[in-house]
Structure formats: C-alpha cells, structure tokens
C-alpha cells in the first residue's frame, strides 16, 4: 500500500484547523477544528467525510466541549478523533503532515521539510510574524513528537510572492536600514493565490504559463495579486498582512504619517496603534460590524455608517484593479476568491462597475448564481473574463507536501 494521505495543520494562537485528505483522489477523509484553546470552553468539531469501516466513536459529525489546556492536548485530542475513525496518525496510509506557516521571509521560497535547523529558522522569524509565527511553531514541534519518523512539511504563506521583483517588493525607504531589519514587502495568502490563478487558467481552458490573472481573495483578511503566467509579480500585502486592501478589521493602506500622529498627538503607544489598525479598523472599525453579509445588510436599510464602509470597501478594490492591470499590462481574467468573493455578488458588481474601458464587464445573471464550482461571471464578448473561484488553501497545501515527500 502507497500511503497517499496528507494531514493538513492550521494552528492559530488559540485554534487549530485540520484536513486530512488523500492525495490519490484528492478527496478529503475528515476536516475539524479546536478553538478557544487554553480556555475553559474549549470546542473540538471533527467530522469524516467519507464512508470508511463503521468509526467506533459514533457519529460522522462530533462535537467535543471541555478544556483543552495547549496545543499539545488539542491535537492528542485530533489524534483520537482521527483515530476512531481509522485514519489515527500511526496510519500507515498517512505519508505526511503538512503545516501552514504564515511567514518564510526571504528564505523560505518553497515547501520545505521541516528539520531542527528549519524549525530554529522558522522561529527566528517570530520578530516578523508575532502574532502567527509562535502558534505555527508549536503546532509543528506537538506533531513532530507525536510522528518523528513522519515527514512534516511547511508550506509558507509568503512563498508564492517571493517571485515578486525587487522594484514591487521593496519599501522607498534608507537601504541599510530596510536590509538591516528586513524591512520589506512579503505578501500573504500565497498558497490561496497560487491555487486560485492555476484554477483560473484552468476555466479558461489555458496553461498557467499562458495567462495573466488578477487575484482578489477577499475574506476576513483580503489581498490582491497580479500573477503573470504562474508567477506573482505584484501583491497587496506587505511586510505584514497590514498593507492593501479594505478587510474586516484591518485598515489597509494609509499613510504611515497616521501612526506617528496617532502617537504625537493621540498619545497612544504603539501598541495600541498596532492593535487598533489590525483589529479595530477595516469594515469593524468604519461601521461597527466586520462581517460583509451584515455590512451589506445595513447599508441596504439606509445605514449610512454601513454604506460609506461597503464603498470604501468597494473603491479600494476597484484602486487595485486598475493599478495591476497597468501592471500586468495585459489581463486575462480578474478572478474573485474567498468569502466575501465567493458568495458576495454584491461587492462582484460594485468592484467591475465602470471598469468597461478596462474590458470588465458582468453578466448579471451569471454573477447573481451561488454555486461552489469555478464559474465565469463576465459578459459574452468582454475583453477581459471575470470569474468566481473557491479557495481551497488545505488542498494546495496537501497538495504540495504530497509532492515534496514522493518526488
Ligand atoms: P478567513 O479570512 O477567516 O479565512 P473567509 O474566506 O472564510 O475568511 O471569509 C469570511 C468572511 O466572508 C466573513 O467575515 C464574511 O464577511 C464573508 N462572507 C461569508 N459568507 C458571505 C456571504 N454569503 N455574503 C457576503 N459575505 C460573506
């Protein structure tokens, strides 16, 4: 028996997200999540998706309330549920565990094996990614104890930009002083935009090498991409997933000079400058709610507050679309990922109004269908095909420790 099954790890600072998945078929086996780890609530869903032998433990779907003190206990925790369902760690199906790990900075430019030597580099990189970095740490040492013989890959965030060149990922800033503290731009979400421009390419019925694509994966966090033939050139995010576009609670761009005014004059410390722009602002800080369905719900009753967030929203995407079609030159396809985008029509429409000199155009019924499949949502005839595709991040991670480990 080949052991074709990859388990896929997100490990947050009180949560953890997994997948197990088989890279035979690319189905997925099971998918579950702990949350409020550490707390006195803490939550376990796991569910199998697909018939296996009669699991022990009952139910396809389980929920598991109760304490879970750490990391470690949390994926014990997994361990058993996966366990009872047949597919435990010690499966001898199992051919890696793939781990999610936010920031690789200039040196993490591909999945990677994780050894000591690239657990200590992944560490050393806490300073630029404090509030990601330590979680994924840990979950990679709990999962390395539990299987050391196993591989375990880290398949990084930033990756897929580090082929931005350096005129678009350097800051206009003193040289040493960017060099000194690595001060520059990384991008985020890249195992997103990486699938997403592939599967692009693949509606369109073209190779990855062949087409330029711009990525919008608008979620609680969102970015953009400028992807020409497979490679990122551009991206909204920077040295932290603070920069670009308008997010749930993250501000976006804005001029630095707000921070030292905020502190001069506002007397706030950076700290709480830090936390207000990245949880505090966005749609949550303009209007009260960071969730788009409720934003779009209360500027649909006349909220003000609400309507001027979903245009700001709105206006800034549309900045970003035109600024990489002059960056890419020639589009292809604009292509709409993510919560917001997958199931927002809404922001579809407001974002490509107007765009027609840019060869954006929708066609509204196509645009108002919900489905879960890749789908054009462009006019008949337009220069430019627009298009909705679901992210799908644990299987292109997955997919590439699958890779990595049986090449
Ligand atoms: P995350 O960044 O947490 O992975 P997701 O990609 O799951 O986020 O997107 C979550 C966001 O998607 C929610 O905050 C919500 O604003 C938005 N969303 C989800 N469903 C819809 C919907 N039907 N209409 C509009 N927005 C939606």
Redesign the pocket.
Known sequence: MTASRVLVLNSGSSSLKYQLLDMADRSRLAVGLVERIGEENSRLVHERLVDGPPPAAGDAKRETLGPIADHRAALEAVAAELAADGTGLDSPELAAIGHRVVHGGTKFTRPTVIDDEVLAEIRALIPLAPLHNPANVTGIEVARSLRADLPQVAVFDTAFHSTMPEHAARYAIDAATAEKYSVRRYGFHGTSHAYVSRAAAALLGRAPEDVNVIVL?????ASASAVRGGVCVETSMGLTPLEGLVM?TRSGDLDPAVVFHLARVGGLSVDEIDSLLNKKSGLLGMCGD???????RRAGEGDEAAAVAFAAYVHRLKKYIGAYTAVLGRVDAVVFT???G???HQ?REAAVEGLAGLGLVLDPQANAVRSARPRLISAEGARVAVAVVP?DEELEIAAQAYELVTR
Not at 217 to 221: E, Q, Y
Not at 290 to 296: F, K, L
């Open positions: 994966h608008l979620g609680n966090g749930g960071n969730d788009m369905r409720e934003v779009m993510a919560g917001v997958e199931n927002a922001v992210t």
